[in-house]
């Protein structure tokens, strides 16, 4: 069965990073029964990190590739076999400003990674994570790898994506520094901010081709898993 991963785009979606509402709206045309030309169509302005999105390696390094690069030279980031892992909601740790983060361990990979032939693609999150109004991870509840949880990823023969239910990759607040994110694009592009909850650790298909924008650091993706018939 198919599991729609990118929760639905709501006018009036909050912003994660200060940039107003993710989603909105201008009306160009109305039908109505004299207009011309006779159609609905609206002008859509979206923000992609607030929402479910791809990120290519342009967006921590200043001379790294773009989206359309990718489609250009290699679409199998886009699909292909991807396993879910989900991790217990235990061992938060709490930080001054009331957020809470889990991060995720080599060991804690291996341990779960090692019953898998096929690492090409890995998306995590956490059991029973509170959502927001708009069905996403809470933000409160930051889920990140630790470094070397990265690097045994991108030790990987074919990895090439990476996927996590949380907002970003990165938590270093006050800091310039995005190390997994940089660590991550060395082998792999990452998609963020979708909605796991429903789907039960294993194996899968996954379509993520996010839209094939031009120079974009980052692109919109309606990510859907399919269930493997054995």
């Not at 004299?34 to 001379?63: C, F, M, R, W």
């Not at 890995?122 to 990265?150: C, R």
């Not at 045994?152 to 520094?177: A, C, I, M, V």
Request: aromatic share 10%; glycine share 6%; net charge neutral.
């Amino acid at each position: 069965m198919p599991f729609v991963i990118s929760p639905r785009i709501s006018l009036g979606t909050q912003g994660e990073w200060h940039e107003g509402s993710a989603y909105t709206k201008e009306n160009l045309y109305t039908l109505t029964k004299e207009g011309l030309p006779p159609v609905n169509y609206d002008a859509h302005t979206l923000k992609p990190h607030s929402l479910s999105h791809i990120e290519s390696p342009l967006h921590t390094q200043k001379a790294g590739r773009s989206i359309d690069k990718f489609f250009e030279q290699d679409l199998s980031h886009f699909f292909g076999k991807c396993i879910v892992l989900k991790f217990k909601n235990e061992n938060w740790i709490e930080h001054d400003n009331k957020l809470k983060q889990k991060i995720i361990t080599r060991q804690d990979l291996v341990a779960k990674l090692k019953n898998y032939a096929n690492r090409e693609k890995v998306l995590i999150t956490v059991e029973g994570i509170p959502k927001n109004k708009f069905g996403f991870h809470d933000p409160n509840f930051i889920l990140t790898l630790s470094l070397e949880a990265a690097e045994y990823l991108t030790s990987l023969d074919r990895f090439n994506l990476f996927g996590t239910s949380w907002k970003s990759s990165d938590y270093e607040p006050g800091s310039s520094k995005r190390p997994i994110h940089n660590e991550i694009f060395k082998k792999a592009l990452i998609l963020e901010y979708v909605d796991l909850s429903m789907v039960p650790e294993g194996e899968y298909f996954i379509n993520c081709f996010p839209l094939n924008l031009k120079g974009a650091s980052e692109s919109p993706v309606t990510a859907v898993l399919l269930s493997l018939i054995h």
